[in-house]
């Protein structure tokens, strides 16, 4: 296909990857009134972010053999179209039981669209522009959360809680109908050698085995695993986190925390998916692991700094800093999935890392950063005691898999090119 419709392509994903993280983050943006008017404990409203990413870790199962199975434009489609009409019954909601169910079933339609959505560009790019395709993708994720918080916590302070909700359905269902439009390729089409195929065989317990076997994988896997408990816990919490530690309003804090979030994700998903991608084409024996390495280690010393600054002055842009440290994995690690496993069972691979990774990672992160907070009075204290430690292991956990790295990806190459029809 043109390299222009690659693009095109590239750019519908991105614009629902914004949505994503729009609908995601308008609900940490707006705790504080929802927490006061139902009365909720930290824990509780933790417990909302928690009951997304739970049913968003285990959603990832059908929706990621389907799209190994089935048409993965449609498997996006759906997805975009479920947690559209979620977002719009969250505001709709009367009581915290109505609450928890919107939040979860906004889980079901998120989980459909990255395993497939992924795969699907995996085949519209070839491996030396993998990191920096994926990059790009992640710029949706951060001007996403840039807008769920600043303009949540706006239209909140302004016009109620409820509709910055209601305001974000309708772009969700129209980008529903843009990938339903979008040209399914055939899998294998971006790889240098080997079979192109529409259609994959049945995903197996077996072949998910074979997944898991491969070391590479077990790494990232591992390592996004500790940082997700990171990210998710942090984010939830930050505006609240704000409004408490510096005495900000609900609007103000929302935006602030978009603004860091945002800057620091572009900054370092799009320089990670850069320099990642300048490793592979020199051929070095790890591209991408190294890059989020360094990330972890850096953002462990930066997110602790800032979380002891005194003043907002000195805690923005220790924090900016840190955030941008934690993101250089975004674009090389989500390249590291498409680059082992083989391009008919891409997205079960994406499947499996989501369902461990969010199972074990921030499926609880806000709630138990909000029980911690609750035991020791003090939400600073709690996200001290939890976030660079866990960090510092993200890193450990990736280095398990630095001599593994380019040897994983010549073995899935090999295979795929060996292969007289699709494995």
């Not at 707006?30 to 139902?38: G, H, L, P, W």
């Not at 399914?184 to 074979?210: F, I, L, Q, W, Y």
């Not at 900054?267 to 051929?283: E, N």
Request: zero cysteines; hydrophobic letters at 50%.
């Amino acid at each position: 296909m043109p390299r222009g419709y690659a693009r095109y392509v590239l750019g519908v994903m991105v614009g629902i990857n914004f949505l994503n993280y729009l609908d995601r983050y308008i609900l940490p943006a707006v705790a504080s009134r929802i927490q006061a008017e139902f009365h909720l404990s930290d824990s509780e409203v933790g417990l909302l972010g928690s009951a997304f990413l739970l049913v968003y870790a285990v959603g990832t199962i059908p929706f990621g053999i389907w799209a190994d199975r089935g048409v993965r434009k449609t498997v996006v489609g759906v997805g975009v179209t479920i947690w559209s009409l979620a977002t719009l019954f969250t505001g709709l909601a009367r009581n915290y039981l109505q609450l928890f169910a919107a939040r979860a079933v906004l889980g079901i339609g998120e989980a459909s669209y990255y395993p497939a959505g992924t795969a699907l560009l995996g085949d519209y790019v070839k491996k030396e522009g993998r990191g920096r395709a994926m990059s790009i993708w992640a710029a949706g994720t951060a001007v996403g959360i840039a807008v769920g918080f600043a303009g949540g916590g706006i239209i909140a302070s302004r016009l109620g809680w409820r509709v910055a909700f209601y305001l974000t359905a309708i772009p969700g269902l129209i980008f529903a109908l843009l990938a339903f439009g979008i040209r399914e390729p055939r899998r294998g089409a971006a790889e240098e050698r080997g079979p192109t195929t529409r259609t994959a065989g049945e995903v197996t317990a077996g072949a998910v085995m074979n997944l898991l076997r491969i070391p590479t994988l077990r790494a990232t896997i591992a390592a996004e695993t500790a940082l997700f408990f990171v990210l998710g816990g942090a984010a939830f919490w930050l505006p609240t986190y704000l409004s408490r530690q510096y005495g900000l309003g609900t609007g103000a804090a929302g935006t602030l925390a978009g603004g860091v979030l945002v800057l620091g994700l572009l900054a370092g998903s799009l320089v990670g998916g850069s320099v990642a991608d300048r490793l592979t084409r020199r051929r070095a024996a790890a591209s991408n692991l190294p890059v989020g390495i360094a990330g972890f280690v850096a953002g462990a010393v930066l997110v602790a700094l800032a979380l002891l600054m005194p003043n907002l002055i000195l805690f923005v842009p220790m924090f900016l800093l840190g955030s941008g440290a934690l993101y250089l994995y975004n674009g090389p690690y989500t390249a590291i999935k498409q680059n082992v496993a083989l391009p008919t069972i891409r997205a079960t691979a994406v499947t499996i890392s989501l369902l461990i990774e969010h199972l074990l990672g921030d499926s609880y992160a806000p709630f138990a950063i909000g029980r911690l907070s609750d035991a020791v009075h003090s939400l600073r204290l709690a996200l001290l005691i939890l976030l660079p430690p866990l960090l510092l292991l993200a890193a450990f956990f990736a280095s398990l898999g630095l001599r593994h790295e380019d040897r994983d990806g010549r073995a899935m190459e090999a295979r795929w090119a060996a292969a007289t029809e699709a494995p």
